[in-house]
């Protein structure tokens, strides 16, 4: 059983488009995080949810929207996709408690925006 | 600066070489420390937390300064499969903040 899976693996879309990434994880965390890797390899936080609440919502443009219906699951929609877009969007997630830390990932979905 | 930063590799060693890697992180608040580590068009996976006493994990050990906030990595006897990227992970609050990374290929 895939502890944390997010779909599409691939998406491969035109700029303008609107999409969306799913995740879900069944470890029953209590909290859940989208990350972007660009093509220079860096990962970098966008959101964090606990128990559906909005923890971490780093400096993105407001056309990245999450929603997470509930604790297992977190979704990204993008509007009007762009170039820049292109990277690896990663959903991982976790327990909050202190002490309790393991960040697990999902294997990523892939984005090319042309 | 970069909240965290690491040697910027690659790191090419033969087989059986002992390799460090070494990483800094900014926020004097951190509290847990990991490593993590990144195969090729995969997703990163825990390799190890770090301890404040230092820890050991058969090939790999992991030590914490926290007056240099400064973290490391040793892998002994290196082998073909460690060949990877090796992450530095700090969590400084509800964040798990990555740095950037580095590359490391064993070569037979």
């Known amino acids: 059983d895939t502890a944390v899976s997010q779909t599409p693996k691939y998406l491969v879309t035109q700029m303008g488009n609107d999409k969306s990434i799913k995740c879900e994880q069944n470890?029953?965390?209590?909290?859940m995080y989208w990350y972007k890797q660009d093509s220079k390899k860096f990962l970098k936080i966008m959101f964090s949810?606990?128990?559906?609440?909005?923890?971490i919502n780093e400096t993105v443009p407001n056309r990245f929207s999450p929603k997470s219906p509930d604790k297992a699951h977190l979704n990204l929609h993008i509007n009007s996709l762009e170039l820049g877009d292109s990277a690896v969007y990663f959903c991982?997630?976790?327990?909050?408690?202190?002490?309790?830390?393991?960040?697990?990932f999902g294997a990523g979905s892939r984005l090319t925006v042309l | 600066r970069k909240e965290v930063e690491q040697d910027p590799g690659p790191f090419n060693v033969p087989e059986g070489a002992t390799v460090a890697f070494n990483c800094t992180y900014s926020?004097?608040?951190?509290?847990?420390f990991f490593w993590y580590r990144q195969d090729c068009r995969k997703e990163p996976k825990l390799l190890m937390s770090?301890?404040?006493s230092g820890n050991e994990d058969g090939r790999f050990t992991a030590q914490l300064n926290r007056a240099s906030q400064y973290i490391s990595l040793l892998i002994r006897d290196s082998k073909l499969s460690d060949s990877a990227t090796y992450l530095c992970?700090?969590?400084?609050?509800?964040?798990?903040?990555f740095g950037p990374g580095t590359r490391l290929s064993v070569l037979p």
């Open positions: 991982a997630s976790s327990f909050r408690a202190p002490g309790a830390n393991v960040l697990t």
């Open positions: 470890l029953g965390h209590d909290t």
């Open positions: 949810y606990n128990n559906k609440e909005l923890i």
């Open positions: 926020n004097s608040a951190s509290q847990s």
């Open positions: 770090v301890y404040s």
């Open positions: 992970v700090v969590k400084p609050g509800q964040n798990f903040v």
